[in-house]
């Protein structure tokens, strides 16, 4: 089976390294999407567009409306379409945010039915960050 990674990216060069305590010192090395034979696997999309740009401020449903904007974008890059997510874990730091997020989530994603989990954490990756999506999706063999 075939691997592609796509858009690989340094979590160093990536987050800002003057936050303090929430700086990220470890280099790690990710992808963004990586395409495993028809499987696709999708990192957390963000309110970060994917030039690096924050997107929302304060407001859950601009954040959420980038993320969504970013996994058509990265889904299209690996070959696939919204069409070909299975499943959606939506990631949100208050529980208050639920319904403008899946409002967002909902207009991306209709007609799709893939399965969904939504948890509320503590906190994400930078502190201004409200919502994390990710997804898993499957290319049909079938076109």
Same mark, same amino acid.
């Not at 700086?23 to 790690?28: E, P």
């Not at 959420?64 to 070909?84: F, M, P, S, V």
């Not at 409002?103 to 954490?121: C, D, E, M, R, W």
């Given at each position: 089976?075939?691997?592609?990674?796509?858009?690989?990216?340094?979590?160093?060069?990536?987050?800002?390294?003057?936050?303090?305590?929430?700086?990220?010192?470890?280099?790690?090395?990710?992808?963004?999407?990586?395409?495993?034979?028809?499987?696709?696997?999708?990192?957390?999309?963000?309110?970060?567009?994917?030039?690096?740009? /924050?997107? @929302?401020?304060?407001? +859950?449903?601009?954040?959420?409306?980038?993320?969504?904007?970013?996994?058509?974008?990265? $889904?299209? %890059?690996?070959?696939?379409?919204?069409?070909?997510?299975?499943?959606?874990?939506?990631?949100?730091?208050?529980?208050?945010?639920?319904?403008?997020?899946?409002?967002?989530?909902?207009?991306? /994603?209709? @007609?799709?039915?893939? +399965?969904?989990?939504?948890?509320?954490?503590?906190?994400?990756?930078?502190?201004?960050? $409200?919502? %994390?999506?990710?997804?898993?999706?499957?290319?049909?063999?079938?076109?």
């Amino acid at each position: 089976m075939e691997i592609t990674r796509y858009r690989k990216f340094e979590t160093n060069k990536f987050y800002p390294s003057d936050m303090g305590e929430d700086s990220h010192h470890i280099a790690n090395e990710f992808s963004m999407v990586i395409r495993a034979g028809n499987h696709i696997y999708m990192r957390g999309q963000t309110a970060f567009d994917l030039e690096g740009n /924050f997107h @929302g401020e304060n407001d +859950v449903t601009a954040q959420t409306e980038n993320a969504c904007r970013c996994i058509k974008q990265l $889904l299209e %890059e690996a070959g696939g379409k919204i069409e070909d997510v299975c499943k959606i874990t939506t990631y949100l730091t208050d529980r208050s945010y639920r319904q403008e997020a899946y409002a967002v989530i909902a207009k991306h /994603f209709k @007609g799709v039915y893939p +399965v969904s989990t939504g948890l509320v954490v503590r906190g994400l990756a930078l502190p201004e960050m $409200l919502v %994390e999506i990710d997804v898993e999706a499957v290319i049909s063999d079938k076109e």
